[in-house]
């Protein structure tokens, strides 16, 4: 028997938070050249790094944007206990993902996710499947400003 | 239709206008290891080809990420300053896989003029695979800015 996903509707996803690391925008820049936004070599001074993308002194791109989003809502639901899905023998995919940028992203800044689900609908392709819309925030924790607001659907096919 | 040229100035867009083709690849499976680390996502669909045979797929999935990664890219290096983007919204509509090569292209739907003579254009974008088959459909605003104004005067010499 199916289970009723519309019983979801609204309900706020756990907080989280992701530091937008040298690291990890490194290893970006090494498969997505980016014109521009050339890799550093120095990842050991983290805090140095941090107090200079405070200054605006390194952005990462815009296409980084998409990956933030993506692992930070990953870290805000469960796909069990929020989504009623078992990810082990079911299949689920991305939908669609929408983004408003408020502001350019820091590389060194941790920023603040926030979510809710703001829809559930059923649709019928090949197979049928819900779709989940979830509805983010994501915010500079320290300075709480806006960076990023959007949607993220996820397909969870039946 | 004309095509706009990279970096343009407010005036010298109009609607309908493409945005210049741009070719990837091909997509190298070796690059899904440092994306899946990025993303804390070591779904064997990633990354072990047997796991996806097993599926019915003929090699691993690409990430969706890196798919859009490469069209944010694409649009915003047409612009002068890639965070001049305000908005984007994508559908994943088909998987790519090794070896795939990519094209990026787009298209004016809208421009909105703002008092100072720059403006916001809103454009489609795409992405396709070899095969023309579309992997990702969306659309993409960004600001726009205005020409600079010449402040060099041109003065003419009277025919001889």
Sequence with gaps: ?158 | MKEAVSQPFFQDLAVGMRLPTVELGPMDRFDYIPIALILRDTNPLHLDRVYAQERGLPDVVQQGPLNQAYLYRYFTSWLHDPWDLIATKMRFAANVFPDDVLQCGGEILELVEAPAGSGVVNCAVWQRNQAGETILTGEASARIPSRPMSTSVTHTSPAP
């Design chain 1, 1 to 158: 028997m199916d289970v009723d996903r519309r019983t979801l509707i609204g309900r706020a996803l756990r907080p989280a938070t992701y530091t937008v690391t040298e690291v990890d925008v490194n290893d970006f820049l090494g498969v997505v050249d980016e014109p521009g936004f050339a890799a550093t070599r120095n990842e050991s001074s983290s805090s140095e790094m941090t107090a200079s993308a405070k200054g605006g002194a390194r952005l990462a791109p815009p296409s980084f944007a998409p990956f933030v989003a993506v692992l930070g809502l990953l870290k805000t639901f469960d796909w069990q206990d929020d989504f009623l899905f078992d990810y082990r023998t079911g299949t689920a995919m991305f939908g669609e993902q929408s983004i408003e940028f408020h502001r350019p992203l820091r590389v060194g800044e941790s920023v603040a996710i926030s979510a809710a689900i703001s829809d559930v609908y059923e649709k019928q392709g090949k197979r049928r499947f819900d779709v989940i819309e979830v509805s983010f925030q994501i915010s500079g924790s320290e300075e709480g400003d806006r960076l990023m607001s959007g949607q993220q659907s996820y397909i969870l096919f039946k």
